[in-house]
Antibody, heavy 118, light 107 residues
Framework: QGQLVQSGDEVKKPGASVRVSCKAT????????ITWVRQAPGQGLQWMGW????????HYAQNFQGRVTMTTDTSTDTAYMTLGSLSFDDTANYYC???????????WGQGTTVTVSS | SYELTQPPSVSVSPGQTAWITCSSD??????TYWYQQKPGQAPVILIY???ERPSGTPERFSASSSGTMVTLTITGVQAEDEADYYC??????????FGGGTKLTVL
């Protein structure tokens, strides 16, 4: 079925960058893309973008273009999301999710809380 | 930009039917998906490709579409269905979007 395990919670200062990892197990990593979704405290889900694990192609939401980078490492079956120029508004829970064709986001990581605090 | 509109909240008594709508301001759209999120947990997919249920989704969950509106129906609501529900779709440019979410309260 597959599982995604994310890295631990982070506390960052404004202006810094954060990298969140998402390790896949139990399925063939390159058969599915990885997408990233965040959720600010008490708010809804916000799509950030996706990365193809087979060729590294990316597509970012307009709101994040220029300060988000999504990559994958097929040697370790791990996806990464780096968000730069952090502001207080970036405090949120960040999720990775597996996407297979038209099947939607069918496997989710447990979430990584990123807190931006001075 | 592409937006999906959901009612902020829906309340229903146990055993009754709940309808959660998701409307789009675009006539053409890609498939719609539905996710359930309980407090402190990651979302879980309920419906994919407009109306399909993954193997783990109970049969009481179904979805339908009509024009620019899609509807998630929960027939015979149970207390455990109390959660936030999100619709999700995309546009022709490869951008994906979530609706604002609907909090289902089981009275």
């Amino acid at each position: 079925q597959g599982q995604l395990v994310q890295s631990g919670d982070e506390v960052k200062k404004p202006g810094a960058s954060v990298r969140v990892s998402c390790k896949a197990t139990g399925y063939i990593f390159t058969y599915y893309s990885i997408t990233w979704v965040r959720q600010a405290p008490g708010q809804g889900l916000q799509w950030m973008g996706w990365v193809s694990t087979s060729n590294g192609r990316t597509h970012y939401a307009q709101n994040f273009q220029g300060r988000v980078t999504m990559t994958t490492d097929t040697s370790t079956d791990t996806a990464y999301m780096t968000l730069g120029s952090l502001s207080f508004d970036d405090t949120a829970n960040y999720y990775c999710a597996r996407v297979g064709g038209d099947e939607g986001m069918d496997v989710w990581g447990q979430g990584t809380t990123v807190t931006v605090s001075s | 930009s592409y937006e999906l509109t959901q009612p902020p909240s829906v309340s229903v008594s146990p055993g009754q039917t709940a309808w959660i709508t998701c409307s789009s301001d675009m006539l053409s759209r890609q498939f719609t998906y539905w996710y359930q999120q309980k407090p402190g947990q990651a979302p879980v997919i309920l419906i994919y490709k407009d109306t399909e249920r993954p193997s783990g989704t109970p049969e009481r969950f179904s979805a339908s579409s009509s024009g620019t509106m899609v509807t998630l129906t929960i027939t015979g609501v149970q207390a455990e269905d109390e959660a936030d529900y999100y619709c999700q779709s995309g546009d022709s440019s490869g951008n994906w979007v979530f609706g604002g979410g609907t909090k289902l309260t089981v009275l």
